[in-house]
């Protein structure tokens, strides 16, 4: 049992809300959660370069200590895998490959409320114009890294029995680059989902490009998204950011928008200004101030507010300052 | 991860339970649970007398397997925390100012069916005449100890953005001291209801003290509670105890009592005759016979029994024999 | 915290599965999973020959990371023992004396699509007619290994406070022999259940025999089980399998029937074969084929395909293929 591991983050904020116009304006101080998580993890030397491996992890929430899914505890990945020079392929419930490339273009580190997800990522109901986050019954192969180069590559299985059959099945691959100041990551994916009127499954797709560049002292990052869907418009995404060393802290800020073609008001932007302090590697004091700005037919959520009082009423428009403790064991 | 720990409590129980009179009386034997738990905790030294901590800890049921909670998994405590010597600050969901004091001064350390929460916690429903035990979304100060004294403040945030807006708010302070063979705590606590009609939230107020003088040999115990509640009466409880080493064993004893000021039949208290025999520091064996006494318009449940039955009828006495184990790890 | 032990399997397969005949035939391609579990697990030396030990075990599903039970956290035993030379007494929720000889008498080692289970093991709803897994609320002793010799009883309580008060309760035996090639184990039921009309409760009594013999590289395996049920024809339930080992890998064949006593198209029958490869103590991968037969009037389920699809339509036959690893830590 050498490499078998217990682990976990705690994220935890107090969180000033404000949700601006329609219907009201009002304002709410909240003890909010962020991304938190446990979980167990190892690994086993099988001889001749050959290694097996598994994840099992479940989020939850610090300010309640409810679990993050009422039915699939393990809702952060739960899979087994298999290694060696050729790369490893991971069986079970996995993240997609555009995930990845979000955790290295964030300059919020998919946290606090300038997180890249808020736009970005499909989020139920109506809200699919995104990349997805994490895909049940997949398969999934992963590179090595070849002179900077790593791939992705999976395939998520509908398990449908009656027709059309294909509803649910996910397709994605991805390709990433890394060399010196430079990343650079793009994915592509498919989503077949239930059309309507019920019919031939439609396809959402989504094409994810991510890079960053680290100038020194400064660092850029930049993202683009595009989703399209059939018998619907197509959608569009950016993010552009920067991060900037301050002693043992960080400045933040970043600015991201998605909207619908020719949909008018179908336009959400999040600027936001944030500041991280690390008080050792496994624990960090941060600050933040994010500005969610929903268009007339947009009613996007700003995270981890979204959390306590659901998404704002369509053009509403919410701001939020955070001050919160990260700590991982 | 020096200070990481994996640890727990299984507590299971033989427990024959008698309900008498009103409907029916009926004898029934179970396998019961008390208090059982798992959880994960850990501290990290950050320097300069900082540190950080945390602990995650979910309940559950040793007779069947169930958590103690469908959708609150950390149902015991979930929360992050700073300390130094200030004292620390802890946020999440946890343990109230009143419910550290009621853990010393009960003679049957909240086990077992002489347990002092039996009458005095808040229990859902309108079994609200009595202390908190757990908050979610709380901040807390807990002071380091300063010459045998030590104090907890807590608030907890209603979140509420619709009126009334203090529905849910949660404030309370506590102050324990500690000196030779005395310990005292006294605590006092304010939770925002909604009224009935609604309108403004009604103010749910519990004072508590607690104390406990070792005699050498034989060890006292004294609980006193009274709760005030906006347009209601009045409602007062309390616990006399004691506690007698015998070997590697000790007797346990109390009486508790508690009831609604005027109102005719809102008596319940509980008899409780004990015995816990430590096999180590780790596993203990124990008996205890309880009786509650029901008045006519009291509906009491005594725990654990309450947990497989539900609470006895109304006027309906319940008496309880059982023998258990108690193991942590 | 000497013997304290975090540990688990994760299972995990590509399962292309055939439902032939009505209502359609049908062939689907899962990612499955198979017996998966994390736990907890420990033991305490109490000094003069005696222990304490528990066991906290979890099941979930890896293709999704859905946890087994949505009430029952711990679904897989939550117990603590204690023990010594006289054998052990264990109280919470635990296997049946019938379950270990499962364990030991089926090739398939009740996993992948041969498993004994599929045919003998109560399964909610109609499906009654066999041994039952997990009892909850029980008192269980589990005598020392005396000469081969070793046996179990169990009984688990009704806890039953209206008529009929023993619906519910579990009562059952077992006798287990181990010398040299040879395994042999009986064990004996009674559960009591709701009779329909209501009224007095019913019997649902099953017995089962199972026995191995290692004939040095081919090991025999056999089974049988018996199931009366008041007012209902009795049950009756076979299995005859054998294990082969070829290098680090064994095959496994098996073929297991159970039908009702005079009720015509009530056969179902399971054909498997199987290849077993160790890739070290902890990870093996696996493949098998299993053919379910089902009478005309029968409609027993294929695992782990019944895990997504459900049970097939009444006479409907399944056959699947799979492939897949399974990894201890």
Not at 32 to 55: C, I, N, P
Request: aromatic fraction near 12%; hydrophobic fraction near 35%.
């Amino acid at each position: 049992q050498s490499n078998l591991q217990l682990y976990g983050r705690l994220d935890v904020v107090v969180d000033s809300v404000r949700f601006k116009g329609t219907p009201n304006s009002v304002s709410v101080t909240d003890l909010s959660t962020d991304t938190s998580y446990w979980g167990v993890r190892g690994r086993e030397d099988l001889g001749a370069g050959l290694k097996a491996f598994f994840k099992l992890e479940s989020g939850f929430s610090v300010d309640t200590g409810a679990q993050g899914s009422a039915t699939q505890f393990f809702n952060r990945e739960a899979y087994v895998g298999m290694g060696g020079n050729f790369g490893s392929v991971q069986l079970g419930s996995q993240y997609t490959p555009a995930l990845w490339i979000t955790t290295k273009v964030d300059p919020f580190q998919r946290s606090a409320n300038g997180a890249i997800f808020n736009l970005m990522q499909q989020n139920g109901g109506n809200r699919q114009r995104g990349y997805l986050l994490l895909q049940n019954n997949a398969l999934q192969y992963v590179s090595p890294d070849v002179k900077g180069f790593s791939a992705r590559a999976m395939l998520g299985l509908s398990e449908q029995t009656a027709a059309p059959r294909d509803v649910g099945e996910f397709r994605s691959a991805s390709i990433e680059y890394s060399q010196g100041a430079f990343y650079g990551g793009f994915s592509i994916e498919d989503l077949k989902i239930a059309s309507t009127p019920a019919g031939a499954a439609w396809s959402n797709k989504t094409v994810t490009l991510g890079a960053t560049y680290d100038l020194r002292t400064v660092k850029l990052y930049g993202y683009l998204l595009k989703n399209t869907l059939t018998n619907s418009r197509d959608a569009e995404g950016y993010m552009l950011g920067l991060t900037y060393p301050v002693g043992a802290g960080t400045v933040r800020a970043s600015y991201s928008a998605r909207e619908v073609d020719g949909i008018a008001g179908s336009k959400a932007s999040v600027m936001a200004l944030g500041y991280t302090y690390d008080l050792s590697k496994r624990t960090t004091l941060y600050t933040s101030y994010a500005l969610l700005d929903n268009g007339a037919a947009s009613n996007m959520g700003l995270w981890p507010s979204s959390k306590t009082h659901g998404l704002p009423a369509t053009g509403q428009d919410v701001r939020s300052i955070e001050a919160g403790i990260r700590h991982f064991f």
